[in-house]
């Protein structure tokens, strides 16, 4: 359909009108022979050609001015200039109604934009801050780490020379212990501050979840906790770093075992939804309370007090360079299922061939 300017649309009615009146003005002219008649009609006539330049001149200063500055600002507003104004949105009619919902829109438009600057600036100095929090944490760790291993051999030695029965032999037990946990502590933080890409390689997701599991069961011996795997057969080889994806699901089914108190179960179910594959890790341990859940992926968030707390920063890190995500659901004194979504497939430049 092709398209009128609005000029020609708001007159054609007027031109209409006018051309009856000049059909009548010269049917007229032929049928009646008075003079009187005849000044009448081109009276008439020119009046209306009168009442169309009006109505033109009319619509111009009404709708074609605003309409005009209505081009110019959507002009600059697309070039990225929202301190724009319309001038017309005083007017007391609907044309003035336009230009204030315009003026409005503009006005939360700079509104959001500068918002949008401002979380901008924060997250980047945020980010610089946890940079360089990051290198700090980095350096520090490494510091620690070998005093720390010539204490874990001097325990060790001091451990051998110590008579049986002596009852510095559990104090002895007891620095061991402190001494792993400050030794993990120091690991994790190395892998928070300095984290690994990971290695992509086409692998079986189901071995990758039962090579977790046979280190879990290890930790579960002493306890009355079952661990059950679901693997899922169809599912085809995906492309994941498998010591990253192993790190991830011994961390959940650890976490899974010491949420359980006294007697429990533990399962991880490998499957896939949409062009995902998933595994859920459940427990039927004490579960999250509400206020906990947003914060369990913060670094540093614990709520054992053994716990340092980056475990589950880590996982998701780990899921989220693989172009995954990791989700939670829980609910107190019935249980918590993790679930961890890796894409079927990653990026071709990522993937390493399995030799």
Same mark, same amino acid.
């Given at each position: 359909m092709p398209r009128l300017n609005w000029q020609i649309k708001a007159i054609l009615p007027v031109a209409v009108v006018l051309a009856n009146g000049m059909f009548l003005f010269v049917t007229s002219t032929i049928t009646f022979t008075s003079p009187e008649r005849r000044t009448v009609l081109i009276v008439a006539a020119a009046g209306s050609v009168i009442i169309c330049a009006v109505v033109l001149i009319m619509l111009g200063l009404i709708v074609r001015e605003p309409m005009r500055e209505l081009e110019e600002k959507i002009a600059q507003v697309r070039e990225g200039n929202l301190n724009v104004e319309l001038g017309f949105a005083n007017r007391n009619d609907q044309i003035g109604d336009l230009g204030k919902a315009f003026n409005g829109m503009i006005r939360e438009l700079r509104e959001s934009r500068e918002e949008i600057q401002r979380l901008h600036r924060t997250q980047m100095s945020r980010a610089e801050h946890l940079a360089t929090l990051g290198e700090l944490a980095a350096g520090l760790a490494h510091e620690i780490r070998n005093p720390l291993a010539g204490i874990a051999g001097v325990m060790e030695i001091v451990g051998r020379d110590l008579p049986p029965d002596s009852p510095a032999r559990e104090v002895v037990s007891d620095v061991r212990q402190e001494v792993q946990h400050i030794n993990r502590i120091v690991t994790d933080l190395l892998e928070t501050a300095r984290p690994k890409p990971p290695q992509f390689r086409l692998a079986n997701l189901n071995a990758t979840a039962e090579h977790a599991v046979v280190f879990a069961r290890q930790q579960a011996l002493s306890k009355p906790i079952t661990i059950e795997l679901i693997k899922d057969d169809d599912l085809p080889p995906l492309e994941h770093d498998t010591a990253q994806v192993h790190q991830v699901l011994l961390n959940l089914l650890l976490n899974a075992i010491q949420a359980i108190e006294g007697e429990g179960e533990v399962k991880i179910r490998v499957g896939s939804v949409n062009s995902y594959a998933?595994?859920?890790?459940?427990?039927? !341990?004490? %579960?999250?309370?509400?206020?906990?859940?947003?914060?369990?992926?913060?670094?540093?968030?614990?709520?054992?007090?053994? !716990?340092? %707390?980056?475990?589950?920063s880590l996982a998701r890190r780990i899921i989220e360079d693989h172009g995954g995500l990791i989700d939670v659901e829980s609910e107190l004194h019935s249980g918590t299922t993790f679930t961890i979504f890796l894409p079927l497939r990653a990026p071709v430049a990522q993937v390493v061939a399995t030799p």
């Open positions: 998933t595994v859920a890790v459940s427990d039927t !341990g004490k %579960g999250i309370s509400p206020e906990n859940l947003p914060n369990i992926f913060r670094p540093f968030f614990t709520t054992k007090g053994h !716990g340092t %707390g980056l475990g589950l």
